[in-house]
């Protein structure tokens, strides 16, 4: 749990100023759950500079309540987190100076954004919460006023923990393990939800051991906590914590499932070996005097349309591709009879297995579906569904390589390459990611909006 804050001060010497102006938000890693916005009564003249800067005045805060009534708010609130902010140090600061006056000792552990930008967002010009804001895109209300300054704070911290493949803010923070975990595990499964992502668990050591992706992250977790099976009693045994990532898109799921067990390796996640990951291909063969057809087959020399992981899903594809197209079955498993199959009886075929339909625009059906696996441009976008309200997600392809994911809410965020590239998630293509590529640009070949071109 994170309390993402902001403290704007009166100005002084280092050690003599006092707070005018604090807002926390309580930041579960996906959403803001509670928060704390107030002006502070500091009991002295507030620098003439900062009233330029905030634009808040003594008799502002004449009003306002003092330090000491607002204590326990901020104790309260801040409870079992992780202090966030840009420049933390000042904040945390202010915060311990403050609380020692009242004779409490005020300790946390914290969380600098700015150091962090540096380290997942390299090479912007300007990593001040302004620049970095006007560089991903990020809308600033009151700037330069806590509330205003700590919004966007949350809206960076969450662009950072997209772009934290390795962990290293989960490094910095720790995993809190349960003190007890009963037979039932329920501790484990507590605050976990039914929605869309990744999960990760990880042994007593804070190592991560596995990583899976799920519709209904809870549901997955507990299956493995429930069964008997080999690998699952391994996981019991050494699980003591376990986070999560919320996608809002299964297809990203995918993505980032594969991309962080290259990159992470956990030892009870099998080794990804490209030539056997889809070891069966879905093939085009091309007749110049009849009628082409699709066959599934081991991976051979040859670029298959589509690769699966099994025969049984490859036959699933095949089969909706036939329905969605309306080829026919006859045609397409290469049986040459005089009678036509029996889709031609109820009207689902045009009538190729008796050479009615012209093969022309029989076989120019099988090339429309082919198209839809191919890139649509050099460089493009596809937009998904985003984690929550009017977040949405994308994918770029550059010059015709998969770079990499990002997450949006306002459309200028993505109008421009810079601007995409500031809030991307750098992800390494491989074969595997290509190929999920070319698939899911088949099933979503009817709705051109998720289709951007450059």
Not at 60 to 86: N, S, W, Y
Not at 205 to 213: A, E, M
Not at 405 to 410: A, D, K, N, R, V
Request: aromatic letters at 12%; hydrophobic letters at 35%; proline letters at 2%.
């Amino acid at each position: 749990m994170y309390a993402i804050l902001d403290i704007e001060a009166t100005g002084g010497k280092v050690g003599e100023e006092s707070i005018i102006e604090i807002a926390i938000y309580k930041f579960d890693g996906r959403e803001i759950i509670d928060q704390f916005i107030s002006l502070v009564n500091p009991n002295r003249k507030i620098d003439q500079y900062v009233q330029k800067l905030t634009n808040i005045t003594d008799k502002m805060v004449l009003t306002a309540p003092k330090f000491q009534e607002v204590a326990k708010r901020i104790v309260e609130i801040t409870d079992d987190c992780t202090l966030v902010g840009h420049n933390v140090m000042f904040d945390y600061r202010m915060l311990k100076q403050e609380f020692e006056r009242l004779g409490y000792n005020y300790d946390k552990e914290w969380i600098d954004t700015f150091e962090y930008s540096e380290k997942l967002l390299p090479d912007l010009p300007s990593y001040s919460l302004g620049k970095l804001c006007e560089s991903l895109g990020i809308v600033v209300t009151d700037r330069h006023r806590a509330s205003g300054d700590a919004r966007a704070t949350v809206a960076l911290f969450k662009i950072l923990l997209d772009k934290d493949i390795n962990k290293v803010i989960t490094k910095k923070t720790g995993l809190k393990q349960p003190k007890k975990v009963n037979s039932k595990y329920s501790k484990l499964l507590e605050g976990l939800p039914n929605t869309i992502g990744v999960f990760y668990l990880y042994n007593s050591r804070k190592q991560l051991i596995y990583i899976s992706r799920s519709n209904n992250i809870l549901l997955s977790v507990t299956k493995i906590f429930t069964s008997k099976s080999f690998k699952s009693s391994k996981l019991k045994r050494f699980t003591k914590s376990i986070k999560f990532e919320e996608t809002g898109s299964g297809f990203l799921a995918a993505i980032k499932e594969h991309n962080e067990i290259v990159s992470n390796q956990p030892m009870y996640n099998q080794p990804l070996v490209e030539d056997k990951v889809y070891p069966f291909g879905l093939y085009y063969l091309e007749s110049k005097r009849g009628y082409s057809r699709l066959e599934i087959g081991k991976t051979r020399k040859a670029e298959p349309v589509l690769k699966f992981k099994t025969k049984e899903r490859a036959k699933v594809v095949l089969e909706k591709i036939i329905n969605e197209y309306q080829l026919c079955q006859q045609v397409n498993d290469g049986i040459k009879e005089i009678k036509s199959c029996f889709k031609y009886k109820v009207d689902e075929c045009n009538g190729a297995c008796i050479k009615k339909e012209l093969r022309e625009i029989y076989n120019k059906r099988i090339e429309d579906f082919i198209s839809t696996t191919k890139y649509p441009s050099n460089t493009f976008l596809i937009i998904d569904k985003g984690r929550n309200g009017i977040e949405k997600s994308f994918y770029l392809i550059e010059d015709n390589i998969f770079k990499g994911f990002g997450y949006f809410e306002y459309h200028h965020q993505i109008k421009t390459l810079e601007k995409i590239h500031n809030i991307l998630v750098q992800i390494q293509e491989t074969e595997e990611i290509k190929n999920m590529l070319k698939y899911y640009l088949y099933k979503i070949s009817k709705n051109k909006n998720q289709i951007i071109k450059f």
